[in-house]
């Protein structure tokens, strides 16, 4: 029997637990979107899913847009609540005025790691997003279509994230070495 003791803690999968976790389903989410995660402070978490997002769809394709909500939050252990904020309202400006928008903290970490791994990219602050090339732009292609290009403005780093710890939660590590990359960042604190 185990007890308490002598139970050994299972490692988060991402980032610190949240301490809530709710699901809502809403009409009242942006056009086109179809789920949305929305961070409270420093660990809770509220999952947000229009209409859209649940019919005519299977279980597991619902399964599969939550799981790619809640894997936003491992970018969590890369900011605190108030750096995310400050982060969300400097998108909302940059998206609003245009011009430049600074390289975030999940996006420099993410960069530096995968430039470390020999894969070729560079941040481009008019686009807003880590721009891949080469190599790079094959692995996160393999991942989901998602995970290059087709993410809103500001978001595609962000995207690429959720994206890669879905597939590796999914198909196991060994199976695309860009995601497992960044995986490893994520959540090995590499």
């Given amino acids: 029997m185990i007890t308490s003791q002598n139970a050994i803690a299972p490692k988060p999968f991402v980032g610190d637990p949240a301490r809530n976790l709710k699901f809502v389903t809403t009409s009242r989410l942006g056009r086109g979107v179809i789920a949305q995660a929305e961070r409270r402070g420093d660990s809770d978490l509220v999952i947000r899913i229009g209409p859209s997002g649940i019919r005519g ?8 847009i939550l799981f790619h909500e ?22 909302i400006r940059w998206r609003d005025r ?30 807003g997003q880590i721009v891949l090339s ?23 780093d962000s995207e690429l994230i959720a994206e890669s710890i879905r ?24």
């Fill in 98 to 127: 245009g011009g430049a928008l600074r390289i975030s903290r999940s996006s420099a970490k993410i960069e530096e790691t995968l430039k470390t791994a020999g894969y070729s990219i560079a941040y481009d602050d008019r686009k």
């Fill in 167 to 190: 597939f590796v939660a999914m198909n196991g590590r060994g199976k695309n070495r860009l995601a497992d990359v960044i995986v490893e960042v994520l959540l090995d604190g590499h």
């Fill in 134 to 156: 080469g190599k790079a732009v094959e692995e996160a292609s393999a991942i989901s279509w998602y995970a290059v290009g087709r993410a809103d403005p500001g978001t595609q």
């Fill in 70 to 91: 809640v894997a936003h939050a491992a970018e969590w252990r890369l900011t605190s609540g108030a750096e995310w904020e400050r982060e969300t309202n400097r998108l």
């Fill in 57 to 64: 769809r299977s279980m597991d394709d619902v399964e599969q």
